[in-house]
């Protein structure tokens, strides 16, 4: 499974971004997408993640404030971040479930500052 993420930027304090990521190759069927950030100094950490079905959960601080969806037919998963803070800061990477496999994709960076 290959995935390409893209929508990273810098952005000031209150703003949006959106995140989105596409999944390509060979596999049967995608279980779970899911955002996850690495801040600096920091252990990677979940944001967000979507069941097949649509079921959302997400990281206590960006409860809110981010919205993750899917779409199935063109297994893309997206990241909608609204009212960004600086603590919103890192870099952010896109995982896909897809038994046998779990993939990551590059990283793409947030950087939330005025």
């Known amino acids: 499974v290959q995935l390409q993420a893209s929508g990273g930027g810098l952005v000031q304090p209150g703003g949006s971004l959106r995140l989105s990521c596409a999944a390509s190759?060979?596999?049967?069927?995608?279980?779970?997408m899911a955002w996850y950030r690495q801040a600096p100094g920091k252990q990677r950490e979940l944001v967000a993640s979507?069941?097949?079905?649509?079921?959302?959960e997400y990281e206590d601080s960006v409860k809110g404030r981010f919205t993750i969806s899917r779409d199935n037919a063109r297994n893309t998963v997206s990241l909608l971040m609204n009212n960004l803070k600086p603590e919103d800061t890192a870099v952010y990477y896109c995982n896909v479930l897809a038994p046998p496999f779990d993939s990551w994709g590059q990283g793409t960076q947030v950087t939330v500052s005025s």
């Open positions: 190759g060979s596999f049967n069927s995608i279980v779970r």
């Open positions: 979507i069941s097949t079905r649509g079921y959302a």
